[in-house]
């Protein structure tokens, strides 16, 4: 189920912050927030609350929460962790709209502390109070200040007020990359750490910075995550308004895996799954904190997003053009050669050991003939198959120098094409040039590869985005399931069966989803037989037809290759008889005469069940594909047709469906359309299917269509 | 061929230097190196030539080099291209020992420059005179500050010292990143700019540098290299002299190579090529500059190489760890779980929600207990089974984190265990607490990947060197062809063929250098025929023998599983009438009759020619797994046996030779015999064979060899 969006306007824009167990020392947990909010010019009215004291910081003090004279939208909580409970009902009482509990001492600690937690977040559930934390740094809105945190990096004057919005799982490395990220200049809406995440959490804070009209941008520290179909209604949404969501996702390996569940109480699931997830949201992951501050640092920067995958690269230094060229083709941009009268432009205004091919190599030459610059870039970012241009200056110091900045900053004021600049030096060389870039708002950094790398990610997001929007999947009603009828015809079906369906059941079952399957039927007599052979048409297989029976080699009941009706009678008469004595208590409900399908590829379709995303559909070829090479493409239920496609093409044997090897190309969009129903199937069978797995799927060549050939379903 | 070590002695270390073109403007590329030099302290003779000036800041000026009273070991070139080849004989004349020429206008910008460059390349080898450039940025030796460069990098004061050798074969690019280094703490010995590499290149300096006592690293920013060999060679070296070298190699994607090849005049070859020559040499390859300083930042201030791939993470917060493991996990280090000892022993300085498994969770609560950080310290660096450390703090400021950072520097001190330090928080908070790992020479990145990744690549690098001196793999003679017999006996035989060799030539070669070869004999007569077929087994292949016809199955000239004497004896006359029949001109020596090998797994060895490293072997599974997956694995000839072990478990399909889906595991000793001796025999007959293909080299079960099948060899 995907909970209803909570209402955080009170949290983020409190009229009133009270500080339950405010203290007197503003340097310890209890006391920051108090000050920090004071020095940063918070504007609504602030509670101290602590028996202790008559009034802190020239504010009268109250000795509980019930004697706040006013109203109290945030409650911010730094006492012991045996207190948290009782004061957390005067919260309630007192109609307090959110609290955020610092303490640790929950559910971190062991069994006691998780006993604890639990009765928070039952309170949690009967008072409708939000609850953030506990065991977290706390959240702030930049933008009226409203501070309640007590991490050091909040005490930092000023903090610097921009469109990117922050969620984080982790409290000391979250405010750490607050403070990196401030440092480089990222200006952020809010900034949200969840803790134990007892009521408050994750995608509830992503959900309202999406929604929220100064964000743009949502980045976040991930660890583990509550309701993945949560979180695909969150990414189609955020496609459709726009704003990337980035990820750093703790926990890719085995090791770092086994680190993440110790440390926090969330199941942290497969990584798998999520860069499944990620890939098919347009979602981008990445792997650093540097990385997840240079893409905002760039995102709050630039007019608009990148239009494309197309990008130019102007240098003054032939190796950094290579540098950026080879990260801009490890990201899967393009980096085109620029056409013949935008070339013979820029051979007017470089020297002719220059190049204008892109990278567009203008040489140190600059440092003489500054003026060539600006016509230089003029002219590719008039190029209409330009999308984002990175320069990437090395050793240009003093006036020349001051030149490019300023020329880069005209022009990037003029135009909507993100521009980004890396300026690979020092800063004892650069000097104030740097600054000529970031007073212009232009985002630079110290290596080519970051440059690309930032700049490629919005590219590449951009472009997913497009293809997403264009083909109407980035809606989340196209993401939800459909009521129809086939559910409960399923549904009866599975009731009338063992655990495990027989061969013909599970056809029986993706029948009725339209998934094609082989044409078959169980016979009863010799007689029988025949007459389901002549109307399939030879060559037939046969086999025996019990739920009992699952290993029909082994008990010498299946025939391949029958090709007349003498061989089918002699077939029947064999199954059953070898049915019979290799399991005298079997239920044999007959024999399966089967048409065998040939000049057909191998595929397998199979359904996962992740704890936070649910069904997951994989897709591979069959034999050694999926055994040895594990070359499987995976996407989380509901899967759209787009997806399927991109699950098809993402596999390294895809070559094999393409038609490698002289073979006829294998009619792709029929698994296509096996994917798209598996994928539907399994969400509307979500309680009753544990586990399901077509193999093999047999793909015929182009408009020939495939067929579920065998199958696995087992039920809950 | 290897060239001889060039004597760089006088290059680095000159009594005097010359300055050609000195300029009374000491702002511009003629005027810095004076400057340079007397600012940083020069102490040998300085003697600028120029005919307009007397005497140039307090040193007499000479008219030209002819006129300088002494002996010049260095001149440097800052004089227009036009001057530079008549300048270069007065050089040669006055016995000029090595020169350096700053100006451009030679291959780099077309035909003509391309001729003068010519010339002076012919004048280098005519004279023995060392020439580094043209179109360079010049050398530098940090220690005796001689400075043979213009970089604006080079005025920065003081320039440090330090153990990190550096050649790049970028100027602009180059000295950028070295102006980032150094603002990065990193210590130079050495820096050579090569430019156009007319007669000194990138790989002379490199072999001074690994042989130059105060270096114990060396980087190279490269776009191509010229002799393959010489790198072996040198790579052998390094390994010996336990000097890691670390390589940016630009030019990894088409773009990017494209790039290259128009931006030096040095062909650039294949990227994967270049890629297996690191692997199987352990170059350590990064693909950024920012790396490409992280590393030897951390090489400078460790005591010595850790001893193999265990890490240790330590973190103050739960997420860094994660993040740092993960990255770990990513470069295939272990992060081994702490004995039960040690973990009680660090459970007793940390609270119950930390984790002592590894990483090691110390949480936050050591700012209220900072002794405890030592005594934790202590225990893993007691623990026999842990190699390095990574320490990641997040927000620990002020006293406590002062005193983590002075604990981190005195257990450095203490323990041949490389440590390192990510303290992933703005300076604002840290303040000078980086200051004191700094200053205890500990070096310290603003992220955890960044240090792990730093950590790992020595790590990693360390543990190749050792299994390589373990095998005796690393000296350079057991990397050189041996005089053999065979070498000779081969060259008689290809004297006697064809350009391409017919099937049964091709196998007479392979068994003269002890490869195993089908078992097969020339029948020339049906009695011949059952002779060879009673003596080889059955069941058995014939196929026409004829160096006019490659297409045997086309010629319907081809006849399998034949199993009796009448068979062969059938066989015979039909393959001799078809061939006769499908070309009546083709020259037929008769028929091959050949043992057919079952319960075999196809897989291929191949030999391409790369411009700069000369043959190199490639391996892979035969069907998909090459035409399909391109999963094969290659290595510069020559091979050894650790080479050639390490590619069969390197390719994907692996699994399929050591025993998947319930087969036999696949003679692997066979497979790497058969590689070592092919990679010997592309390497002796290398002016001889121009392609050299098996295919299928038919695995047998474990003990029971491999055969080539068919193989096609064809002559230059």
Redesign the interface.
């Known amino acids: 189920m995907i909970p209803e969006a909570r209402d955080l306007t009170a949290f983020f824009e409190p009229k009133s912050i009270a500080i339950i167990g405010a203290s007197g020392n503003f340097d310890i947990i209890s006391g920051k927030p108090l000050r920090f909010l004071q020095e940063h010019g918070y504007q609504g009215a602030i509670y101290p609350i602590n028996p202790r004291y008559e009034e802190l910081a020239g504010i009268p003090c109250y000795k509980s929460i019930l004697d706040v004279p006013g109203e109290v939208d945030l409650a911010l909580m730094a006492v012991n962790y045996k207190l948290v409970l009782p004061i957390l009902k005067d919260c309630v009482t007192k109609g307090v709209k959110h609290t955020i509990i610092f303490s640790?001492g929950f559910a971190?600690?062991?069994e006691e502390g998780k006993k604890l937690q639990e009765e928070i977040a039952q309170l949690a559930r009967e008072s409708g109070m939000g609850i953030c934390g506990p065991n977290c740094q706390g959240s702030v809105n930049l933008r009226n200040k409203a501070i309640g945190g007590f991490?050091?990096?909040l005490g930092?004057k000023p903090l610097k007020v921009g469109p990117i919005g922050y969620v984080t799982?982790?409290?000391?490395?979250?405010?750490?990359?607050f403070?990196?990220a401030?440092?480089a200049g990222v200006g952020f809406s809010c900034v949200a750490s969840t803790g134990n995440e007892v009521d408050l959490h994750t995608l509830d804070f992503v959900e309202y910075l999406l929604e929220d009209d100064g964000t743009t941008m949502v980045i976040a520290?991930l660890?583990g995550i509550k309701n993945g179909r949560q979180f695909a209604r969150l990414a189609d949404r955020a496609l459709e308004l726009r704003k990337p969501i980035v990820t750093?996702k703790?926990?890719?390996?085995?090791?770092?895996q086994?680190?993440?569940s110790?440390?926090?109480a969330s199941l942290t699931g497969s990584d798998a799954t999520f860069d499944a997830f990620a890939r098919q949201k347009g979602i981008i992951r990445v792997?650093?904190?540097?990385t997840m501050i240079d893409i905002p640092a760039l995102m709050q920067r630039i007019p608009e997003l990148p239009r494309g995958r197309r990008l130019a690269i102007i240098t003054?230094?032939?190796?950094?053009?290579?540098?950026a060229?080879?990260?801009?083709?490890?990201m899967g941009l393009e980096?085109p050669e620029l056409d013949a009268d935008t070339q013979a432009a820029i051979m007017k205004r470089i020297p002719?050991?220059g190049?204008a091919?892109n990278?567009v190599?203008i040489t140190?030459q600059v440092i003489n003939e500054a003026e060539g610059f600006m016509e230089v870039l003029q002219a590719i970012v008039d190029h209409p198959e330009i999308d984002a241009l990175v320069i990437v200056i090395?050793?240009i110091?003093g006036g020349p120098g001051r030149q490019m900045a300023e020329d880069i900053v005209a022009m990037s004021r003029k135009t909507h094409k993100p521009i980004t600049v890396a300026w690979?030096?020092?800063?004892?060389?650069v000097g104030d040039n740097h600054r000529v870039l970031t007073d212009g708002e232009v985002q630079w950094y110290?290596?080519?590869?970051?440059a690309v790398r930032a700049m490629g990610s919005l590219m590449n997001y951009a472009a997913f985005r497009d293809s997403r929007v264009a083909s109407g999947g980035a809606t989340s009603a196209a993401a939800e399931p459909q009521a129809t009828g086939q559910a409960e015809a399923a549904r009866a079906l599975l009731a009338g069966t063992d655990r495990t369906l027989t061969e013909h059941q599970g056809k029986q079952l993706f029948s009725l989803y339209g998934i094609p399957v082989t044409g078959e039927a169980v016979a009863h007599s010799e007689d029988e037989a025949v007459t389901i052979a002549q109307k399939l048409g030879f060559p037939l297989a046969m086999k025996v037809d019990s739920p009992d029976i699952l290993h029909k080699t082994e008990a010498d009941a299946l025939r391949l290759d029958l090709d007349s009706a003498d061989a089918v009678r002699a077939a029947y008469l064999e199954i059953m008889a070898n049915a019979k004595s290799y399991a005298p208590d079997a239920r044999i409900s007959g024999v399966l005469v089967q048409e065998m399908v040939t000049g057909a590829t191998e595929t397998i379709v199979g359904v996962n069940v992740d704890p936070q995303f649910g069904p997951t559909v994989v897709f591979g070829l069959g034999g050694?594909f999926v055994?040895?090479?594990k070359d499987v493409a995976m996407r989380v239920a509901p899967v759209s047709r787009q997806d399927a496609m991109e699950m098809i093409e993402e596999i390294?044997?895809y070559?094999?469906l393409a038609g490698?090897?002289g073979q006829a190309k294998a009619d792709v969009d029929a698994i296509a359309d096996v994917i798209v129903q598996v994928s539907r199937m399994a969400l509307e069978l979500e309680d009753e299917i544990a586990e399901l797995d077509i193999n093999p799927l047999l793909v015929l060549p182009e408009g020939k269509g495939a067929r579920v050939a065998d199958a696995l379903v087992i039920k809950r």
């Open positions: 640790s971190e600690t062991g991490s050091a990096a930092v799982q982790s409290g000391a490395l979250g405010y750490s990359l403070s990196l401030q440092e520290y660890e750093l703790a926990g890719r390996s085995a090791v770092g086994k680190a993440a110790s440390h926090t792997d650093d904190i540097q003054t230094s032939g190796g950094g053009g290579i540098l060229a080879d990260e801009a083709a490890a980096v002719p050991y190049s091919m990278p190599d140190a090395s050793q110091t690979a030096t020092s800063d004892a060389l110290k290596s080519p590869v970051r050694i055994e040895i090479l390294k044997g070559k094999v490698a090897r």
